[in-house]
């Protein structure tokens, strides 16, 4: 089943900040956090794996509630380059080995005017 | 860092064609391959795992002998629309996985954009 993502569009001003949640109702193993640009491929931001972790890159941290089974992005300062969609993926707890099966949520349109 | 090739960008192709599409993993090696689908302002839906030397597990819905996955070596995966039509018309899109309990990460290849006149 599809995570669900809200907001599903963000309109910010350069340095603003901005969430981004992400909530699956299953248990998660993972939860995998991408930006796509129009036309391009989604690029990976970061991989949260144990419940409560937090992780950065550059000025995007998110973080991973496992009991909650709910992650949420967190963009500070934001830049025009942060501009695109943003999409969680998730990946079940299966007791398997289907590492990297990703459901992905519907995406979260972010635009950063100057 | 791992980079995976994906070829071509784009097809456009005439209805009843079969179109085939590449992806390798160029500085490592990938026994698994992902491919999915995104139709225009949508998410991106997985359609098979492909496993090398094993055949590809297919999503609920999509039609094995319409998008055939061979994974021959570990490091290419094809995806072959076959018979392409229409409601075929899509971005499609591989990845695979780097790494391992702690560090694993999904790279995607850059995306096929197939439109079937």
């Known amino acids: 089943q599809q995570p669900v993502q809200s907001p599903q569009a963000v309109i910010l001003r350069e340095g603003e900040d901005a969430v981004i949640n992400c909530s699956s109702s299953?248990?998660?193993?993972?939860v995998h956090w991408y930006r796509q640009k129009h036309g391009e491929a989604p690029v990976f931001l970061m991989i949260?794996?144990?419940?409560?972790e937090q992780k950065c890159h550059e000025k995007i941290s998110a973080s991973f509630n496992e009991k909650k089974q709910q992650s949420s992005l967190y963009l500070t300062a934001s830049q025009l380059s942060y501009s695109g969609t943003y999409f969680c993926?998730?990946?079940?707890?299966?007791?398997?080995?289907?590492?990297?099966?990703?459901?992905f949520g519907q995406g979260t349109i972010l635009t950063v005017h100057p | 860092g791992a980079v995976v090739s994906q070829h071509p960008s784009r097809v456009i192709c005439k209805s009843g064609t079969s179109v085939k599409i590449e992806c390798r993993s160029l500085d490592f090696q990938a026994t698994t391959m992902f491919w999915y689908r995104q139709f225009p302002k949508q998410s991106l839906m997985l359609m098979a795992t492909s496993n090398e030397g094993s055949k590809a597990t297919y999503e609920q819905g999509v039609e094995k002998d319409k998008f055939l996955i061979n994974h021959a070596s570990l490091t290419l995966s094809t995806l072959t629309v076959t018979s392409a039509h229409p409601e075929d018309s899509s971005f499609y899109i591989c990845?695979?996985?780097?790494?391992?309990?702690?560090?694993?990460?999904?790279?995607f290849g850059s995306g096929t954009q197939l439109s079937v006149l």
């Open positions: 949260l794996l144990k419940g409560g």
């Open positions: 993926g998730t990946e079940k707890v299966t007791g398997g080995t289907s590492y990297g099966k990703l459901t």
């Open positions: 990845s695979a996985r780097v790494g391992g309990w702690t560090n694993e990460k999904l790279f």
């Open positions: 299953k248990a998660l193993y993972s």
